[in-house]
């Protein structure tokens, strides 16, 4: 158990409804990171913040994605009017920025199946 | 633009059966490169990062190497709670990790 948590861990649900993603980083960590995942791939970077700040959005993410971080403590991932192709395991992973340098600690991830 | 290649895809080894894997990178303003565990269903574990050409890093069996180009993560009389998909993730200066897809490892008693 790395400290960070996501829920839920799985969501069935039905092309062309809203999905709503949740993720409690570590505490002390400032930056929070969301990444998708498909069979046999890496994960793919989605975007991230800095305290409450998006500092970066992926090509990958169209408009019917958004993510917030309110306060910079926890953030959601909102997926609107799902299709078949979101299906994937959606990842957070935060860090804290230190001089040495930083280090992604994964949450268990959220596995979305689009029917 | 960037890439990132692991090699070999997947790999199967008999306990204790010492072996690398590799990973190839391109990538621009390189900050550092990462490895990470994952485990079926579950987020990639960290296990280690490199900063530097010519460092190394140990863990139990593992130790993960770097070049300029390329990257190796050894295993050393590796255990079947060895098995797992170990991916590489450059780490760019603008804050971006780019993971490969993986080396799928599995270990058989």
């Known amino acids: 158990d790395t400290g960070v948590s996501q829920n839920p861990r799985h969501k069935i649900t039905k092309r062309g409804q809203n999905v709503t993603f949740r993720c409690d980083p570590i505490s002390e960590h400032n930056r929070l990171y969301w990444y998708r995942q498909t069979l046999g791939q890496g994960p793919e970077f989605l975007t991230y913040f800095q305290n409450e700040a998006q500092l970066e959005k992926s090509r990958l993410l169209s408009d019917r994605f958004s993510a917030e971080r309110p306060k910079g403590s926890f953030s959601t991932l909102e997926i609107q009017r799902t299709e078949q192709g979101d299906s994937a395991m959606y990842l957070c992973?935060?860090?804290?920025?230190?001089?040495?340098?930083?280090?992604?600690?994964f949450g268990p991830g959220t596995r979305l199946l689009v029917l | 633009e960037d890439q990132v290649t692991q090699s070999p895809e997947a790999l199967r080894l008999q306990e204790g059966e010492s072996s690398s894997l590799n990973c190839s990178y391109t990538v621009s303003g390189l900050r550092g490169l990462f490895w990470y565990r994952q485990d079926p269903g579950k987020g990639p574990e960290f296990l280690f990062t490199?900063?530097?050409a010519g460092e190394e890093k140990e863990k139990e069996r593992l130790k993960a190497t770097l070049t300029k180009k390329e990257s190796f993560l050894h295993i050393t009389a590796p255990k079947p709670e060895d098995s797992a998909t170990y991916l590489c993730a450059p780490h760019r200066r603008d804050d971006k990790i780019i993971f490969g897809k993986g080396t799928r490892l599995h270990i058989l008693p």
């Open positions: 992973a935060s860090s804290l920025v230190e001089r040495a340098g930083e280090t992604q600690y």
């Open positions: 490199l900063y530097s």
